[in-house]
């Protein structure tokens, strides 16, 4: 069993209305210096080790976990120990 | 002319539209599940606005892998007319029968109010009986309507005149003012504001009725129906 984390944001470049806006408060709360916030998604979960192939988590982002029109994925796999 | 208004777990504008073709149009309509996959029977299909799948994920990202949704592939193959509103010009571009993506409206916000809209091609099936460049009046509600495509693709929008609506004072922020666009071939239509609860003067504007009585015009002439 593997662990795959998947992150997604919208693209560089595709302006990101939330990202925005959670910069200007994080600057109204006196946190000042921040830039290019992007506000994006986290997914987790466990996937049969022998489906585990680099080609099926990118299927598996591009057809559903991403809009690739608008959003960037990248992803980490970690084995699952199981105890 | 008979329609198909699409429900899918969320759907919340299924009746508005079924009464604006049944009450205001006065077509046959009838509500199909989006488990069901035979629109045999149908000359038109109409998506409907809402939360299908609680807008999990992303805006109709899960309702347009549906079992029906096959179906209205097919159905935009043969060229038949359909149209999405809302969460249904959502789930079309979800679904890939349209270009672009909706990202959230610019200033966060859930919008709901009566917006000026321009007709920017009359020339579809579905804006026939408008005048070109008229401005009409059609409610907006949604929070993701604020329409994003690469360069490429706009013009290219341009290019077709694919660009079917326009909003007069853009609310959410869309890429060129876009309210709704159809595909090249001009038979499916996608728009984020509400023809189907703009039919009646009653409900504060009538100017939504001309764009299904544009899809009974043109289907009738193609099917010259004299009844």
């Known amino acids: 069993m593997v662990k795959v984390k998947v992150y997604v944001t919208l693209k560089e470049g595709v302006l990101d209305p939330q990202g925005k806006a959670v910069e200007q408060a994080l600057d109204a709360k006196g946190f000042n210096g921040v830039s290019d916030m992007r506000v994006g998604k986290y997914m987790e979960f466990n996937l049969d080790a022998n489906m585990a192939t680099e080609n099926q988590i990118e299927e598996m982002c591009e057809q559903l976990l991403a809009n690739p029109v608008i959003e960037d994925y990248r992803y980490e796999t970690e084995e699952v120990v199981s105890s | ?227």
Not at chain 2, 28 to 33: C, K
Not at chain 2, 179 to 202: F, Q, T, W, Y
């Open chain 2, 1 to 227: 002319m008979r329609f198909a208004v699409v429900v899918f777990p969320g759907s919340n504008c299924d009746m508005d539209m079924l009464f604006a073709i049944q009450d205001a149009l006065g077509e046959d309509v009838e509500y199909i599940s989006h488990r069901d996959q035979d629109l045999s029977r149908f000359d038109a299909v109409l998506l409907p606005g809402g939360f299908s799948y609680g807008d999990y994920l992303r805006s109709g990202s899960i309702a347009s892998f549906s079992p029906i949704m096959e179906s209205v592939k097919a159905f935009a193959q043969a060229d038949k007319p359909i149209l999405g509103v809302c969460n249904g010009f959502q789930v079309l571009l979800e679904s890939g029968l349209l270009p672009g993506a909706m990202k959230r409206n610019e200033n966060l916000k859930f919008i709901c109010q009566t917006t000026p809209v321009i007709v920017a091609n009359n020339e579809t099936q579905f804006t026939s009986e408008y005048q070109q460049d008229e401005r009409i009046q059609l409610p907006i509600a949604h929070a993701e309507g604020n329409y994003e495509c690469d360069d490429a693709t706009l013009e290219k929008l341009e290019q077709h005149n694919q660009i079917v609506f326009r909003y007069a004072d853009n609310p959410n922020g869309s890429k060129g003012d876009i309210a709704g666009i159809c595909n090249e071939k001009g038979n499916v239509l996608g728009m984020m504001p509400h023809p189907e609860r703009a039919v009646d003067s009653l409900l504060g504007s009538a100017d939504g009725l001309r764009l299904f009585q544009s899809i009974l015009v043109n289907w009738r002439e193609h099917h010259a129906v004299t009844s």
